[in-house]
């Protein structure tokens, strides 16, 4: 059974760090990829960032290019989420997500329809 736990949400003042923790059980972590998608109550909820567990390949989102870095500890099969320079607007709850479609992995697609196995968010609250 794939499982994925999130971690690491709290509160924050903007332009402060967090870094959030996907660990990652049930499958083969190197033949999935791995996305960070975020929510704000009432909005859609939205890709934030990807990595391909089998050759490092990421993706971001243009709203959090050069402040967010997603990586990967295979051995520990977890995929971590620097957030640097955080911003009001990244309040949100936070979800780790993962899919092995080779059409996801292929265009390291931030859609929410293309993964199959999540799970539960950690909140991330910025302050002003």
């Known amino acids: 059974e794939v499982q994925l736990q999130a971690s690491g949400g709290g509160l924050v003042q903007a332009g402060g760090s967090l870094r959030l923790s996907c660990e990652a059980s049930?499958?083969?972590?190197?033949?999935?990829?791995i996305g960070w998608f975020r929510q704000v109550p009432g909005k859609e909820r939205e890709g934030v960032s990807c990595i391909s567990g089998s050759d490092g390949r990421t993706k971001y989102a243009d709203s959090v290019k050069g402040r967010f870095t997603i990586s990967s500890d295979n051995a520990k099969r977890t995929v971590y989420l620097q957030l640097n320079s955080l911003k009001p607007e990244d309040t949100a709850v936070y979800y780790c997500a993962a899919d092995r479609t080779s059409q996801a992995l292929n265009a390291l697609l931030l859609d929410v329809w293309a993964y199959d196995n999540w799970g539960r968010g950690t909140q991330v609250t910025v302050s002003s």
């Open positions: 049930g499958f083969s972590f190197d033949d999935y990829l």
